[in-house]
């Protein structure tokens, strides 16, 4: 094992997760999976947890096919010792069926938080939350009273 101080741990665990969010979320490479992301990985949302690679790649197979053109933009990002915090903008074209909802044609920019956990180099738990009630109003499926 390499000793690494609190800063170049940060410092290393920033640039997996921008990796993450290039190589994998933008590009679809899932040759990177394996690179990135811990074989025991968790994501939780307020709506469930799925584990590992393989639940992963499902649900990014799902807002694939909903938002063929996705993509993730990082807005803001902070990391300290094992943990990195990420202020994210998902845009895309809702032209798939997403969420159980037939496509609309409309453009989606949705905010997130998201919370990585790293162990040995790699994404180990995410703890995601999104903007849902943004996109679901933009979506054209539920509105507000004014």
Same mark, same amino acid.
């Given at each position: ?20 969010? $290039?190589?994998?979320?933008?590009? #679809? =490479?899932?040759? %990177?999976?394996? /690179?990135? !992301?811990?074989?025991?990985? *968790? ?25 063929? $053109?996705?993509?993730?933009?990082? #807005? =803001?990002?902070? %990391?300290?010792? /094992?943990? !990195?915090?990420?202020?994210? *903008? ?57």
């Amino acid at each position: 094992m390499t000793s690494s101080t609190p800063a170049s741990q940060a410092l290393s665990n920033e640039m997996i997760v921008r990796r993450f969010v $290039d190589e994998i979320l933008n590009n #679809d =490479d899932d040759s %990177a999976m394996s /690179d990135l !992301v811990h074989p025991d990985y *968790r994501h939780l949302t307020p709506g469930g947890e799925l584990r590992g690679r393989d639940g992963l790649k499902a649900l990014l197979d799902d807002y694939r096919s909903g938002l063929p $053109d996705l993509n993730v933009l990082i #807005d =803001d990002l902070v %990391a300290s010792g /094992d943990k !990195v915090v990420t202020s994210i *903008r998902l845009t895309g074209t809702h032209s798939g069926n997403f969420l159980g909802l037939p496509a609309t044609g409309k453009l989606l920019s949705v905010h997130g938080m998201v919370l990585s956990r790293l162990e040995d180099g790699k994404i180990i738990e995410e703890w995601e939350i999104l903007d849902l009630l943004g996109m679901f109003r933009q979506l054209g499926v539920l509105s507000l009273p004014e």
